[in-house]
C-alpha cells in the first residue's frame, strides 16, 4: 500500500526525522492561506501516489501567496502525469503547501528489501534528487548499499561508511545516524516494503532535512496497523483492483490486451511470459486462487471482462483444489450476466476436466479449446 507524502511526512516527524513545516491544502484558498503562514513563499506539491512530479509539472515554487493560489487551482482537479503515471495520469485531490529549503546538497537515502539477501538494505546516493533513475541506470555505482542483519539492526560502522561515502562532514555525523536510525526503525516497526527520502538535503545552514518522503507498507501486514490501514487512498488505485482486492482475488491490470484466468500466481507468471513469448501481451495479473467457488470464477471473469482494453481471453486451468467445471461454470455465469461475445481460448488439466470442456462447449460461447500452453497462446495471440 502506498501512501501520500504528506501522511509519510508525518510517519516520519513521529520517528524524529526533520521534515520542513507545511500544511495539506485541497482549495486554492487554503493553499494561499498556508503559503501566507510560511512567510509568503512556499513549495506547491500536488499529492498524488506516483514519483516523477517535478517532471510532470507537479511540484512548483509560490513566491506569493496569490500565485500559491493560482499554482494549487491548476493542479487539484486535475490529472497529473508522470513518468511513473502513465498517459492517463493520477487525480490531484490535494496539494502539500511546505517552506521553501536553503539547498547547499541533495543526497537519496532508501531502506529497501534486498530479495538476493532476503534482508533489509539501506540504500545511499551523493546524487538525490529528480534524476536518481538515471542515476542508478547510468551510474548504478554512484548507489551504494549496505544489507542489515535483521537479528543486529543497522550497525553504528555501517552508518559511519555511508556517511563517509556521501562526502558528509564529521560535524553531521550524529545527525546522520539519527536520520538512518530512524528510518530503519520506522521501516521495521511499520513493516513497509520501502522507505525512502529523495532528496535528503543539507541546507546552507548545515541541517538535514528530508525534503520529500515516499513509505510503501506491505499489504499483507496492514492487519496489524489499522491505523495505517486508514491512510489508503481509493482515488489513487486502479478501480479494478480495488474491486478484486473486496474480493480476495490476486489481480493486477497491466497494458494489454489479452484477459487472464488463472489459478496459481506461478501459473499465472508463466501464462504471461508465453503469451508475450507469441507476441500478444497480457491484459492483468489475475490468480483466481485454489478454493474458488462459480460465484469467485464469475467475478474473476467480470472483472476480466470490465476492462475496456480487453478483447480476447485466455483460461489457463489445473484443476486440483479448484475442479475444472466449477471454473467452467462461472466463466459461462460472468459472460451470460455481461452479455459478452469476446473469444475464448482455455486450456484445462486436471479435475473433472472433460466436465469442464462439456460446460463450455454446450454453453454456445466462442470457445477455442487447447492442449498445452504454447498452443493456447499461439490461439490467442492468432485472433484478430
Do not use: W
Not at 91 to 98: A, C, G, I, T, Y
Amino acid at each position: 500500500m502506498k501512501v501520500h507524502e504528506y501522511q509519510a511526512k508525518a510517519l516520519f516527524s513521529r520517528y524524529g526525522i526533520p521534515v520542513p513545516k507545511g500544511q495539506v491544502a485541497a482549495t486554492p484558498a487554503q493553499a494561499a492561506d498556508a503559503t501566507a503562514s510560511l512567510g509568503g513563499r512556499s513549495v506547491v506539491k500536488a499529492q498524488v501516489h506516483a514519483g516523477g512530479r517535478g517532471h510532470g509539472g507537479g511540484i512548483k515554487v509560490a513566491g506569493s501567496p496569490e500565485e500559491a493560489r493560482d499554482i494549487a487551482a491548476s493542479l487539484l482537479g486535475s490529472n497529473l502525469v508522470t513518468p511513473q503515471t502513465g498517459a492517463q495520469g493520477a487525480p490531484v485531490s490535494q496539494v502539500l503547501v511546505e517552506e521553501t529549503a536553503e539547498i547547499a546538497r541533495e543526497l537519496y537515502l532508501a531502506i529497501t528489501i534486498d530479495r538476493g539477501h532476503g534482508r533489509p538494505a539501506i540504500l545511499a546516493s551523493a546524487s538525490g534528487g529528480m534524476d536518481i533513475e538515471e542515476v542508478a541506470a547510468s551510474a548504478p555505482q554512484a548507489i551504494i548499499s549496505e544489507v542489515i542483519d535483521p537479528v543486529l539492526g543497522l550497525m553504528p560502522y555501517q552508518i559511519r561508511r555511508l556517511s563517509s561515502l556521501l562526502g558528509l562532514d564529521s560535524g553531521l555525523t550524529p545527525a546522520a545516524s539519527r536520520v538512518m536510525t530512524s528510518l530503519y526503525r520506522l521501516f521495521v516497526e511499520n513493516d513497509c516494503s520501502l522507505a525512502e527520502i529523495n532528496p535528503l538535503v543539507v541546507t546552507t545552514a548545515g541541517e538535514l532535512v528530508a525534503l520529500d518522503a515516499k513509505i510503501n507498507l506491505e499489504d499483507d501486514s496492514l492487519f496489524r496497523h489499522p491505523g495505517l490501514k486508514e491512510l489508503t487512498d481509493p482515488s489513487q488505485e486502479d478501480e479494478l483492483e480495488i474491486r478484486a482486492s473486496g474480493l480476495s482475488i490476486a489481480y493486477v491490470k497491466l497494458d494489454g490486451n489479452v484477459g487472464c484466468l488463472v489459478n496459481g500466481a506461478g501459473l499465472a507468471m508463466a501464462t504471461m511470459d508465453v503469451i508475450r513469448a507469441q507476441g500478444a501481451e497480457a491484459a492483468n495479473f489475475l490468480d483466481v486462487g485454489g478454493g474458488a467457488t462459480v460465484e469467485k470464477v464469475a467475478s474473476a471473469v467480470e472483472i476480466i471482462l470490465a476492462d475496456d482494453k480487453v478483447d480476447r481471453v485466455l483460461v489457463n486451468i489445473f484443476g486440483g483444489i479448484l475442479r475444472c467445471d466449477i471454473a467452467a461454470e462461472g466463466i459461462v455465469k460472468a459472460y451470460r450476466d455481461r452479455g459478452s461475445s469476446l473469444p475464448v481460448v482455455v486450456r484445462m488439466l486436471g479435475t473433472n476436466v472433460d466436465q469442464g470442456k462439456t460446460i463450455l462447449r454446450d454453453s454456445g460461447l466462442p470457445v477455442t479449446f487447447a492442449d498445452t500452453l504454447t498452443e493456447a497462446a499461439e490461439a490467442i495471440a492468432g485472433i484478430h
